[in-house]
C-alpha cells in the first residue's frame, strides 16, 4: 500500500508538473489525490488545510525571508565589484585569472546573497568585459560561471540549508552553517581545478609580475564591509549571541546600512527590494506548507518506512544505498528546484541513512550538494541558462566545458558522500554535535 502510494505521487507529480502546475499546487494535489484512497474528503481537506498552517507557523521560518531580504539588498547594494577584485588580488596569478577570479567571487557572493542565480548574473556581468578584453571563450566563460556559482548555497547562511532543518524535525542550523563550509569549499575547488586544466588547454594566463600586497591590501579593505556581514552573522549564531532567526534580522540590518553607505540602496529601491522579497517569500513559505501536507501523508501511510525496507531488502551496504540516493537525487534535482525536492526527499532517505547511524547534518549536506548539480543541469538548470544568457553564447557551446566541471564536481560529491568529517568535523569542533 504505502509503495503504491509513493508510485501515485510521483505520477500525480511528474503528470503536473510536464502540465505546467506550479510545484506547491502539484504536491498539494498529488498529495490529496493518495490521502482520498483511505480517509473521507471532508476529513482530508480540513487536516490539510490544518497542516498547511501548522507548516507555515513555525518561528524558525522567519529567517527565510529575512535572508531573501539581506539577499537581496546585498545585490542591490554594490558589493559584486568589490568581491571581484578581493578574489582577482588572491587569485590572479593562476593561470586563467579571470575564470578562477570568477569562481572564487561566486563562492563569497552567492553565499552573501543566498541565490546562484544572481551570484552568475552579477559576477558574470563584471567579468564580461575583461574577458571579451583578454579574447576569453564566452562559452568557456559561462560555463565557468554557472558551474561555480551553485556553491555560494552551500556556504552559509543558506536558506536551503534551514529548509533542511525544518524538514528533518529541526536538526541544528548552527550546526548545518558549520558543516556547509568544507562542501561548499569543496565545490569551488573543484571548479577551479577544472577551470586551470581549461585555462592551460586555452593558454590563458594570470597576471604577470610578482604578487602584489599593496593591492591585496587595498582590496580586503573594499571587501572587508561585506565579507564581515558572514563573520557577524554566522559567528553570532554559533557562539549562541543570537538564534538564527535573530541572525537574520541582523542580516537584514546590516545590509541595509551598507547599502546606504555605499549610496547603492534609495527609498525608492528599498521599496521595490522589499516588494520583490515578500513576493519570493510568499511562495516559498507556502511551498513548505503546501509540503507538509505531503510529510504528514507520508507519515500517516508509513512510507519511509516502506521505503526503507525496499532499500535495505536490496542491499544492506550502506555504501551502494548512498549510491543509489545519489543517482536518484540527481535525477530529481534536475527536474525540480531544490527547496520542494528537500521538503520531498528529506522525509524519505532521511529514516533510512539513520539506520546505519549516519549523522543528520551529514545528510543534509549530501542532499543539499546534489540538488545544486540540478540548478546547472537541463532541462530546468536555472542558473546555468542565466550564466549563458550573461555570457551572451549557447548551451550547445557551452555544454561540452560543463562536462569539465561535472566530473569533477561529481568527485567532490562522492567526497561529502563517503567522507563525513567533511560536513561533520567543524560542527563536532565547535561542540554542536
Not at 297 to 316: H, K
Not at 379 to 403: C, D, E, H, Q, R
Not at 412 to 425: A, K, N, Q
Amino acid at each position: 500500500m504505502a509503495i503504491e502510494s509513493l508510485i501515485i505521487i510521483i505520477l500525480v507529480l511528474l503528470i503536473l508538473l510536464a502540465l505546467g502546475v506550479p510545484i506547491a499546487y502539484s504536491i498539494g494535489i498529488a498529495s490529496l489525490v493518495v490521502i482520498l484512497q483511505t480517509v473521507p474528503l471532508d476529513v482530508s481537506v480540513v487536516t490539510s488545510s490544518q497542516r498547511i498552517f501548522v507548516g507555515m507557523s513555525k518561528f524558525s521560518l522567519t529567517a527565510i525571508p529575512f535572508f531573501i531580504l539581506a539577499g537581496n539588498l546585498m545585490n542591490q547594494g554594490g558589493i559584486a565589484k568589490r568581491l571581484v577584485n578581493f578574489v582577482m588580488a588572491i587569485l590572479g596569478k593562476l593561470p586563467g585569472a579571470l575564470l578562477v577570479t570568477n569562481i572564487g567571487a561566486n563562492a563569497l557572493f552567492g553565499a552573501i546573497s543566498g541565490s546562484a542565480s544572481a551570484a552568475a548574473a552579477a559576477v558574470g556581468s563584471m567579468l564580461k568585459e575583461g574577458e571579451e578584453e583578454q579574447n576569453y571563450d564566452p562559452a568557456l566563460c559561462a560555463a565557468t560561471n554557472g558551474a561555480s556559482a551553485p556553491s555560494g548555497l552551500l556556504i552559509p547562511p543558506s536558506n536551503a540549508l534551514i529548509t533542511y532543518s525544518l524538514a528533518s524535525g529541526g536538526t541544528s542550523v548552527a550546526a548545518l552553517f558549520l558543516g556547509g563550509y568544507v562542501p561548499g569549499i569543496l565545490w569551488a575547488v573543484c571548479c577551479i581545478v577544472a577551470g586551470v586544466i581549461l585555462a592551460k588547454k586555452k593558454g590563458y594566463r594570470g597576471i604577470p609580475g610578482k604578487f602584489d600586497w599593496k593591492n591585496l591590501g587595498r582590496a580586503t579593505v573594499q571587501a572587508l564591509p561585506a565579507l564581515s556581514l558572514i563573520i557577524i552573522v554566522i559567528g553570532g549564531i554559533v557562539a549562541g549571541v543570537f538564534t538564527a532567526t535573530e541572525g537574520s534580522a541582523v542580516a537584514v540590518v546590516y545590509a541595509l546600512i551598507l547599502g546606504i553607505l555605499y549610496k547603492n540602496i534609495t527609498w525608492k529601491s528599498f521599496w521595490k527590494i522589499t516588494v520583490e522579497s515578500a513576493k519570493m517569500s510568499g511562495m516559498v513559505v507556502f511551498l513548505i506548507g503546501v509540503s507538509n501536507i505531503l510529510g504528514w501523508v507520508m507519515a500517516f501511510l508509513q512510507i519511509p518506512q516502506a521505503v526503507s525496507e525496499a532499500l535495505l531488502g536490496l542491499t544492506d551496504n550502506y555504501v551502494i544505498i548512498l549510491l543509489i540516493m545519489n543517482v536518484i537525487l540527481l535525477i530529481a534535482g534536475t527536474f525540480m528546484d531544490v527547496t520542494p525536492a528537500i521538503l520531498i526527499f528529506t522525509p524519505l532517505f532521511l529514516p533510512i541513512v539513520q539506520t546505519f547511524g549516519m549523522h543528520p547534518v551529514h545528510f543534509g549536506l549530501i542532499l543539499v550538494y546534489n540538488l545544486c548539480i540540478g540548478n546547472i543541469t537541463p532541462p530546468v538548470g536555472n542558473t546555468l541558462f542565466v550564466a549563458i544568457k550573461v555570457g551572451n553564447t549557447t548551451l550547445s557551446k557551452t555544454m561540452p566545458y560543463m562536462l569539465w566541471y561535472y566530473v569533477m564536481i561529481l568527485l567532490g560529491l562522492l567526497l561529502v558522500t563517503y567522507v563525513p568529517f567533511l560536513s561533520t568535523g567543524l560542527p563536532a569542533a565547535a561542540g554542536l554535535i
